[in-house]
C-alpha cells in the first residue's frame, strides 16, 4: 500500500502547472493519484497501482477536462475495481473494443459501396467502368439506401430502389441490382449482416419484380441499309460541319461515336496511315489500331491541327454524343450514327470473302476464340488495311 502523500490544494496544483514543474506529483487524498506534467500542455492524471501481480500506471485522463475532485473520484472508483478483482484497463480495452464493433456493425451502404468500388475498380479494365458504378450507385441507390445500416436492408427497401427504373431503364436497374447485391454480399463475408441478401434475383425480388426481358425488349441499333450506303455518302461529305466529319470518319473507320468525338493528333500516325486508340478509351480494354484509308486521310488532311481532338467543337473540346447523332436525322434518315457499324458487318459479309474474325476485328469485338487468338497474334493488321480500303470504296461507290 503506497503512503498517503500530502493533500495538495488546486491552487498548489495551479502553481505546479503554471511554473511548468516536470515530473510526476502526489496529489494525495487518493494513493497513487499522481499529476503528470510533460510541458505546459501536456498536463494528465495516472493512477499507480498493483493490479494482480503488475505495478501499472493508468492514465485517467486530462487535467483540463478532468479537475482534482473528479480525478480522486475516478481514482478511487479504480481502485475499488482492482480491489474487486477486476483489471480496470483490461475493462477499458475491451469496452473500446466492444465499441468499435458496434461502429462497424452500423456501417451504411455507401460507406461499404466505397469499398466494394476500390475493390471492383482494381479488376476492371478501363477507369470509365468505375466512373459508371460510381455514377449510378450515386443516382439510383444512394437515395433510398445510402444511409441506412447494411444489416437493416430488407427487400422492399431494394424493391423501392428499383421499382422507379424497373421498366423505364430497365438495363440500368438490372446492373443496379447485381450491384447492390455484390455490396450486400461483401457485407455478409465481413460479418455485417447474417441474414440472406435481399437483392438476390433468384426466389427473392423475381417474386416482385417481372423479369428483366418481359418488359424492355432489347432494342438494337437503328442501321441504315448496306445498298443505301453509297447514295447517303455522297449527301454526307457535302455537309460542311464538324458533326458530319466527324460521322464521315467514324463510318469509314467503323469506330464508335465516343471514340471518333475523343479521337487526339496524337493518336494518328499519317505516315503509317494508323490510328491508335489506348487501351483505357476502348470498350473492351485493349489497345486497338486502325488502318486508315487513302479517304480516311484525305478527311485528316483537311482538318485544322491547331487543336487537340481530331473533331472538335467551337470551344476546342471534343463533340458532344449528340453532335453526331442529329446527322442522319438532318440527312432524313431514321438511322443513329452507331448504327453504321451494323452497315460496315452487312457489307463484309454480302459483299466480300474476308473471315468473320476480320470484320470483327475491325470493329474491335473480341468476343470469340477465333478473334481472340488473331488479335494475340498479330491484329490482322494487313488483313484488316485492306478491308478498309475495299470499304472506302464501296462508302463512295457513287463516284465510280
Not at 436492408?153 to 421499382?163: A, G
Not at 476502348?282 to 487543336?307: C, T
Not at 470469340?368 to 488483313?383: I, N, Q
Request: charged share 30%.
Amino acid at each position: 500500500m503506497p503512503r498517503v502523500a500530502k493533500q495538495l490544494s488546486v491552487k498548489e496544483i495551479d502553481k505546479l502547472i503554471r511554473d511548468v514543474t516536470l515530473g510526476k506529483h502526489a496529489v494525495g487524498g487518493v494513493p497513487g493519484l499522481l499529476l503528470q506534467i510533460k510541458s505546459e500542455h501536456a498536463v494528465s492524471w495516472v493512477l499507480r497501482a498493483q493490479v494482480g501481480n503488475k505495478r501499472k500506471e493508468i492514465g485517467l485522463g486530462s487535467y483540463s477536462t478532468l479537475k482534482l475532485k473528479a480525478a480522486k473520484e475516478k481514482a478511487l472508483d479504480f481502485r475499488q475495481q482492482i480491489e474487486n478483482g477486476i483489471d480496470p484497463v483490461n475493462t477499458r480495452k475491451v469496452a473500446k473494443s466492444k465499441l468499435i464493433a458496434e461502429q462497424e456493425s452500423f456501417k451504411t451502404f455507401e460507406e461499404l459501396a466505397q469499398e466494394f468500388i476500390e475493390k471492383k475498380s482494381k479488376e476492371y479494365k478501363t477507369a470509365k467502368q468505375t466512373q459508371k458504378l460510381e455514377s449510378m450507385l450515386k443516382n439510383y441507390a444512394y437515395p433510398h439506401l445510402g444511409k441506412m445500416s447494411v444489416k437493416d436492408i430488407q427487400i422492399v427497401h431494394i424493391e423501392n430502389t428499383l421499382t422507379p427504373i424497373w421498366e423505364t431503364k430497365t438495363e440500368t436497374a438490372t446492373r443496379l441490382r447485381i450491384y447492390i447485391e455484390g455490396i450486400l454480399t461483401l457485407a455478409i463475408v465481413k460479418g455485417l449482416r447474417h441474414e440472406l441478401n435481399p437483392a438476390r434475383w433468384k426466389g427473392n425480388l423475381d417474386q416482385v419484380l417481372a423479369k428483366p426481358e418481359k418488359v424492355n425488349k432489347v432494342q438494337n441499333y437503328k442501321a441504315l441499309p448496306v445498298d443505301e450506303l453509297p447514295s447517303f455518302m455522297k449527301e454526307l461529305v457535302q455537309q460542311d460541319w464538324m458533326g458530319a466529319k466527324a460521322l464521315t470518319f467514324a463510318i469509314l473507320t467503323a469506330a464508335r461515336s465516343g471514340e471518333v468525338r475523343a479521337a487526339k493528333w496524337d493518336e494518328i500516325n499519317l505516315e503509317e496511315k494508323l490510328w491508335t486508340l489506348p487501351e483505357e478509351r476502348m470498350k473492351g480494354g485493349k489497345k486497338h489500331i486502325v488502318p486508315l484509308s487513302e479517304q480516311a486521310i484525305e478527311l485528316l488532311n483537311s482538318l485544322d491541327r491547331n487543336y487537340k481532338y481530331l473533331f472538335p467543337n467551337t470551344k476546342g473540346n471534343a463533340l458532344t454524343d449528340a453532335t453526331i447523332s442529329k446527322v442522319p436525322k438532318r440527312l432524313d434518315r431514321d438511322v443513329t450514327a452507331h448504327g453504321f457499324r451494323s452497315t460496315f458487318k452487312d457489307w463484309a459479309r454480302i459483299h466480300t470473302d474476308y473471315a468473320d474474325e476480320v470484320s470483327e476485328l475491325a470493329l474491335a469485338h473480341v468476343s470469340s476464340d477465333a478473334t481472340r487468338a488473331a488479335y494475340a497474334r498479330d491484329g490482322l493488321v494487313d488483313k484488316r488495311r485492306a478491308m478498309m480500303r475495299d470499304w472506302a470504296e464501296y462508302c463512295f461507290k457513287y463516284k465510280q
